[in-house]
Every structure is written in C-alpha cells, then in structure tokens.
T-cell receptor
C-alpha cells in the first residue's frame, strides 16, 4: 500500500517568485506519482506524472517535479508563479497492483499574491 | 472530445434518504473511478469499475455502492444518508489503468441535512 504526505497545507507566495510544493511518499512496491491541480468548484486536472525513466518530469503550465527515490520525495516546482496559479495542489500515488486507484495527499493551497 | 460529465452538479438530501449520482466517462474510456472529497478526510477512493466489473474498492461501508453499464457510464448510490456523507463526489475516467491519465469530472456536491 502507498501513503502520501504533503508537508505544507498552505503556501503563500508573491507573483513571479519561485515556488516548491513538497510531497513525500511511502510504498513497499514500485510507485507511480502524480501532481493534480484543483481550481475552485472544479474537478482535478493532471499537471504531470512520473512512471519511469528520467527523474525530472515536466508538466503543463511551466510546472516540473523531481522524483527522488532515496528521499522518497516528489516535489513540485515552478520558477515563476502567476496569480492564476492560485489553487489547491494534490500529490498522488498509484502502484502496479492498485489499478486506477490513486492515493492522495492532503493537498497544498497555493496562494499567489500580487 | 467531450470531458467527463457528472449529474447532478448539486444535490440536497436529508438524513436517511438515498441518492444516486451519475458519471459519463470520456468516449472510449473503460475505467471509471469514484472519489469522495471532504475538508476533514481529503480525497478518498471509493471504488473503480472496469468493463462493468468492480475492480477495486476502498474502505467505505456497504451503504456506498456502484455499478457500470455496457456503455461505461457509471452510477454510485448511497443509501441511508448520514450527515457525514456531505461531500464532493468526483468521478474519473481513463482508458485502462494507472499509467493512463485519469480525467476528472467537475463533481457532484452532496449536502445532507
């Protein structure tokens, strides 16, 4: 079974500043990792995913994440944020035996201030 | 390509009633998963259906059930509603399994009074 921990429940930043949203996972089997974004009153949208291969994953809207197996982390980064990036971000994990079942972290509310 | 649609978008029920929520996946997708989202518990997996069969199930009581039809549309039912069932219920569809992107619908907001 997997578990996912997002280390910050809220992250306030100023516009054009860099941001990192932290995610740690634990799993006894091979794990596949995802970052989703949720805007108010909407469903979840996939930002990026790590299945295998290069540990640096690039996603939509300028986001990227790095898979670090030794530290069991999958932190999300963006070099320069915009007001429109204000949303809740979820880290999620799945395993080879879990089918489409995703285990989500608690979420991080990113607020970008002018 | 049309996205995942969920109906209704909002629902108000009273304790003890039952409710049925509907999800239409993206055309061609065979897997439909359901999640419950609450402020206290976050996003929790309810169940997944694939080709009309329940393939995976989360840790929810038997009051929560679902089914999938031959056209991949899915319904979930909650019987004997409790106040704690108030939540956003999200449906996600994908082609098959974890390595295929799951596309989420906008959700059904259920309020139990």
């Amino acid at each position: 079974a997997q578990s996912v921990t997002q280390l910050d429940s809220q992250v306030p930043v100023f516009e054009e500043a860099p941001v990192e949203l932290r995610c740690n996972y634990s799993s006894s089997v091979s794990v596949y990792l995802f970052w989703y974004v949720q805007y108010p009153n909407q469903g979840l949208q996939l930002l990026l995913k790590y299945l295998s291969g290069s540990t640096l994953v690039k996603g939509i809207n300028g986001f990227e994440a790095e898979f670090n197996k030794s530290q069991t982390s999958f932190h999300l980064r963006k070099p320069s944020v915009h007001i429109s990036d204000t949303a809740e971000y979820f880290c999620a994990a799945a395993g080879e035996t879990s089918g489409s079942r995703l285990t989500f972290g608690e979420g991080t509310q990113l607020t970008v201030n002018p | 390509k049309a996205g995942v649609t969920q109906t209704p978008r909002y629902l108000i029920k009273t304790r003890g009633q039952q409710v049925t929520l509907s999800c239409s996946p993206i055309s061609g997708h065979r897997s439909v998963s359901w999640y419950q989202q609450t402020p206290g518990q976050g996003l929790q997996f309810l169940f997944e259906y694939f080709s009309e069969t329940q393939r995976n199930k989360g840790n929810f009581p038997g009051r929560f059930s679902g089914r999938q039809f031959s056209n991949s549309r899915s319904e979930m039912n909650v019987s004997t509603l409790e106040l704690g069932d108030s939540a956003l219920y999200l449906c996600a569809s994908s082609w098959d399994t974890y390595y295929n992107e799951q596309f989420f619908g906008p959700g059904t907001r259920l309020t139990v009074l």
